[in-house]
């Protein structure tokens, strides 16, 4: 157990039911970059899992249920549990039988009611031109990876090289963009390092770049920057920015009020360089709340569900499973299937 109080297994869990209920919080309402039309539509503030209006993204789906990158998220929890670890031709297997059929290659096409830029582009590669995986990534910019990453940085989070290592693997099936792989493979190992009890506070890079020094990590450090690791990353500057934000938001001249608006600090895209600053501000500013985390994640519009899966994961990482309140884990469909894959991913990686 850790100074904290809550055991690593509770943590765990946490960050990967945390990361559910963030994707589907933002389900009703998605894409909204006018805020004023948000609000028009949905209220001052939005507390709780929507139903998508007529004509907007996701339309006719319910609330609680998933966007297309929570079913993938499924897919992938449900592998790692039957397997025992983060199993990339197992999932891959998963993804070219129970999902990329079931796509067209258009926006509006298959499951989840909206299919991601990248998914569209494995799509295209896999389905459209019979690439091999290797073959399928593209250069979206987006989040999809950091998304997929909270799997296995929970399942692995006893050995950083594993979550490393799994998380830049499993980004590069749908995205071939470097700093996009750099950044969500920091992220992987930000949650690591919190489901290990951490602290995200100014220390946490610093954590981090020790796990480079000691071989943990296989960054490029900053000694060495002309040398290569397996990851073929050309610095472990992405690991720098955790502490930039946990410094920022500690800063009493530094106020950003109500907290929601760091969306418009950082950007409302969907670009990861957009998300993940916002997704680390919010962990930072909420560690012990989780519902005041994901809902100004969701209040913040644009790109909010991808925020929100972030924010989820860092939260739940922090406050454990035991600290997310009851009634989001009830609202999120299939929550008993999602909750029992979790814990049993979770003991795994505590029994590691």
Not at 177 to 198: E, N
Request: net charge negative.
């Amino acid at each position: 157990m850790a100074a904290d109080g809550h055991p690593f297994a509770d943590r765990a869990a946490g960050a990967i039911v945390g990361g559910f209920i963030g994707d589907a919080l933002a389900l009703g309402v998605h894409w909204y970059y006018d805020l004023e039309e948000q609000r028009a539509n949905h209220g001052e503030w939005i507390s709780g899992y929507t139903a998508p209006l007529p004509g907007r993204y996701h339309e006719g789906l319910n609330p609680g249920d998933p966007s297309q990158a929570g079913i993938i998220l499924e897919l992938l929890l449900d592998s790692v549990a039957r397997r025992g670890f983060y199993d990339e031709e197992d999932f891959c297997d998963r993804m070219d039988h129970e999902l990329l059929p079931h796509l067209d290659g258009t926006p509006k096409g298959g499951p989840g009611g909206y299919t991601n830029h990248s998914l569209r582009q494995v799509w295209q590669a896999r389905i459209g031109e019979g690439k091999s995986w290797s073959e399928a990534a593209g250069d979206a910019d987006t989040s999809e990876g950091a998304e997929r990453a909270i799997i296995p940085a929970a399942r692995h989070a006893r050995n950083l090289r594993t979550v490393a290592e799994s998380a830049a693997s499993c980004c590069r099936l749908s995205q071939s963009d470097a700093l996009v792989v750099q950044q969500s493979t920091a992220f992987a190992m930000v949650l690591a390092d919190l489901i290990g009890g951490g602290t995200f506070d100014p220390g946490i890079s610093g954590r981090l770049f020790d796990g480079i020094r000691n071989g943990q990590i296989p960054f490029v450090a900053k000694s060495s920057a002309a040398e290569r690791t397996s990851l073929g990353f050309p610095s472990p500057d992405a690991l720098l920015l955790p502490s930039w934000i946990a410094e920022m938001a500690a800063d009493p001249d530094i106020r950003i009020e109500p907290a929601w608006k760091i969306s418009l600090v950082y950007g409302m895209s969907c670009a990861i360089n957009f998300v993940l600053p916002a997704a680390y501000y919010l962990a930072v500013r909420f560690p012990d709340n989780f519902e005041a985390a994901v809902l100004h994640a969701i209040n913040g519009g644009g790109q909010n569900m991808s925020r929100a899966c972030l924010t989820g994961a860092l939260v739940g990482a922090q406050t454990g499973l035991s600290g997310i309140p009851e009634r989001f884990i009830n609202g999120l469909s299939r929550g008993d299937e999602i909750l029992r894959l979790a814990r049993e991913v979770a003991q795994q990686a505590a029994n590691e």
